[in-house]
């Protein structure tokens, strides 16, 4: 099939998509799985393999967001029932007041999500955001999209995420300037994406009053119960954040190989570390306060219901991805954009856009832009390496859609409809793709 006919076909898929599930109201699974099967169909896959490749694809986004959302979900309900949260909140509230909430949960998004994923730390502060919202009386888009907009953009922007990571390494980048680079341009397009848009937004979209998940991760207030310090609730929070953090210094710490190192490596393994913090919190907010294991059994029960339809949802856009890489999709995207005669920042934060967009995922945008790339910056001298690794990681987080899990863990979190959440998480997403580069390319004609 001709490349420009297989890009159209992709395109119409995604609008598709999105039509299906904004407008005509289809439950989005059943869109996104129909709209995959009709793309590899007509892009001349072989129907044997279709079923196939999207089984892979969801398995594949499962085996990580699987794992991350159960156990993240029994951590915030243990913070939930014990209190913790609710100390969280208060003392954030203390700190910063009510009038200035948003810029101290960008500042903890932004400074927890340093080491980890953004599915983890999201699922770390959630019951932060739902406690500092109910306490302040403020709109959860106030509270939330700060969080998140803090959260992202150290995924995307800044090592040791995985994909900068790689990045630095294909570009042969020096890892200590890429990360004060990433710091001295994130900070400000947080700023810009977080707090700033939300006060704008946030007037301008109305939540339903009721949040299912909400309801499972806020425990009912008690004016006499006695909460846990601040102290051992960072704990526990901060615990799996500390160990992944650890882990990717490994190497640093110990000699390779050694049986030190590869303990290390294994307990900063994100579903090892985030098994440690919810143990950490059955253990410090749940035994040592008294809870009964019964108790603490139906909360890590009750508390899984709700994020199931939000874990298929991530699967189906997995799926969707391996049907764009199979049916040779990302291949086509990938030549449009070599082909075109940018400057080699530009291309690299354009072809992260479209791969981002196809895939919806940043990381497989991130790793496939970055190695595609690599050998053209390397013989190209006079462009930064370190501001590539940014103006890469800046293009994998645009325009967030239906096929990115992102996208649904912040729709049914923040109990939205898709075209609030398009209005809200998509742009914030935008925002922080096209401010960061406006900045790479600032930055670019002072440091060279």
């Not at 001349?44 to 991350?68: N, R």
């Not at 080491?115 to 699922?123: D, I, K, L, N, R």
């Amino acid at each position: 099939m001709p490349q420009t006919i297989l890009l159209l076909v992709a395109v119409a898929a995604v609008v598709s998509m999105v039509v299906l599930i904004a407008r005509f109201k289809v439950n989005p699974f059943i869109a996104i799985f129909g709209s995959s099967l009709a793309l590899a169909l007509v892009a001349g896959m072989p129907a044997a393999d279709v079923v196939k490749s999207f089984e892979a694809g969801v398995g594949g986004a499962l085996g990580h967001i699987a794992i991350i959302i159960a156990l993240g979900t029994m951590l915030g309900k243990m913070l939930a029932e014990s209190g913790g949260a609710e100390q969280i909140a208060n003392t954030l509230i203390g700190l910063f007041g009510a009038r200035n909430i948003h810029w101290a949960m960008m500042l903890i998004g932004f400074i927890v999500g340093l080491p980890v994923f953004f599915e983890v730390g999201f699922v770390l502060l959630i019951p932060i955001a739902f406690n500092v919202a109910r306490q302040t009386g403020a709109s959860l888009l106030i509270v939330g999209l700060p969080m998140v907009a803090g959260l992202s953009v150290v995924h995307g922007l800044i090592p040791p995420h995985p994909a900068a990571l790689l990045a630095v390494q294909a570009y042969q980048a020096d890892i200590g300037k890429t990360i004060l680079y990433g710091v001295a341009i994130g900070l400000p397009v947080a700023t810009l994406a977080g707090p700033l848009f939300a006060m704008f937004i946030a007037p301008r979209i109305v939540l339903p009053a009721e949040n299912p998940i909400a309801a499972t991760l806020v425990a009912t207030q008690d004016p006499d119960r006695r909460l846990p310090g601040f102290g051992v609730t960072m704990l526990v929070v901060l615990l799996p954040v500390i160990l992944m953090l650890a882990g990717s210094w490994a190497d640093l710490i110990f000699a390779a190989k050694t049986p030190a190192n590869i303990a290390l490596r294994f307990l900063g393994n994100t579903d090892i570390a985030l098994l440690c913090g919810a143990v950490a919190s059955f253990i410090l907010l749940g035994a040592m306060r008294g809870v009964s294991a019964s108790a603490m059994l139906k909360f890590s029960n009750d508390c899984l219901a709700p994020t199931a339809a939000i874990t298929l949802l991530v699967g189906a856009g997995g799926g969707f991805g391996r049907i764009l890489i199979d049916s040779g999709v990302s291949k086509v995207i990938v030549d449009l954009a070599v082909s075109a005669n940018v400057p080699l920042l530009l291309l690299a934060w354009l072809l992260a856009a479209l791969m981002r967009i196809a895939t919806g995922s940043a990381t497989v945008a991130m790793t496939t832009a970055a190695n595609i790339v690599a050998p053209i910056a390397l013989k190209s001298p006079g462009t930064s390496v370190e501001l590539l690794v940014i103006a890469t990681g800046a293009g994998a987080l645009i325009l967030s859609h239906v096929n990115d899990g992102g996208f649904w863990l912040v729709k049914e979190y923040f109990n939205m409809t898709v075209p609030q959440t398009f209005r809200t998480w998509t742009i914030v997403e935008t925002i922080i793709s096209v401010a960061a580069l406006i900045l790479v390319l600032l930055a670019s004609a002072v440091v060279g």
